[in-house]
């Protein structure tokens, strides 16, 4: 008796709460996935532009995808139905995107003098050894510690982390700014005697201040490498 072997699925589709989710399968050649992905979605149970709009998450697994890779698959999968692509998942990155997020996470370290006119613009977080004057700004797409008197203007998560915090010995800027969130700082705010930290408050949805102490309570995610530590 011959028994047929099954053929292997490489294009899963679930349902979830939040649309559907493809799972493709990095075990076999790309144009043979795209294959099957074609046939699977020329099925008049997924050719129904006239229903709701579906969101689709797809992910592609251990499978790196150029540009044109993605178009391509947004152009199969959103092709005559009502499927909406809210993101395309990989689990390898291009070495553009390791440098990128290594960029994110770096510490820049400068001992200089922001004067007014200046700005300072920096990828990460920025460790500023020196003031700020009246009329300068620095900016980073990261955390801001400035390691004397912030007069200025400070932004940070200016590409839109509004996780970043600003802590400056003396806190007394013209302005702070947190990812699109503005704060106008007052003369009854200026406390020179004491470190502070701004950060956006997810209660409030704006931005606070605290004192520097205080910070590691609101933003736990601080304290990292602690395994470098030498007891």
Do not use: W
């Not at 900016?139 to 982390?161: C, P, R, S």
């Not at 509004?162 to 705010?189: C, G, T």
């Amino acid at each position: 008796m011959n028994v047929m072997a099954q053929k292997k699925q490489h294009v899963t589709i679930k349902g979830t709460k939040d649309g559907l989710m493809f799972l493709l399968d990095d075990h076999c050649g790309y144009s043979q996935l795209i294959a099957e992905l074609t046939e699977k979605l020329s099925s008049k149970h997924y050719q129904n532009k006239d229903g709701p709009e579906v969101n689709v998450n797809v992910h592609v697994g251990n499978r790196y995808l150029t540009n044109a890779d993605k178009e391509e698959l947004r152009e199969i999968i959103t092709k005559d139905s009502h499927f909406s692509i809210e993101k395309i998942e990989s689990n390898v990155l291009s070495i553009e995107e390791a440098e990128q997020i290594r960029k994110q996470s770096e510490m820049i370290t400068l001992t200089k003098v922001i004067r007014s006119g200046q700005v300072l613009k920096v990828t990460g977080d920025l460790l500023l050894v020196g003031d700020v004057n009246p009329g300068g700004m620095v900016m980073a797409t990261g955390n801001i510690y400035i390691m004397g008197a912030l007069k200025g203007i400070a932004h940070a998560g200016f590409e839109g982390n509004d996780e970043a915090v600003i802590s400056a010995s003396q806190m007394s800027p013209s302005q702070l700014r947190i990812a699109n969130q503005i704060y106008h700082f007052e003369k009854e705010d200026d406390k020179d005697s004491e470190m502070e930290a701004a950060f956006i408050d997810r209660e409030l949805a704006e931005i606070v201040l605290e004192k520097v102490q205080r910070l590691i309570r609101f933003r736990p995610n601080l304290q990292r490498n602690e395994h470098q530590i030498i007891e």
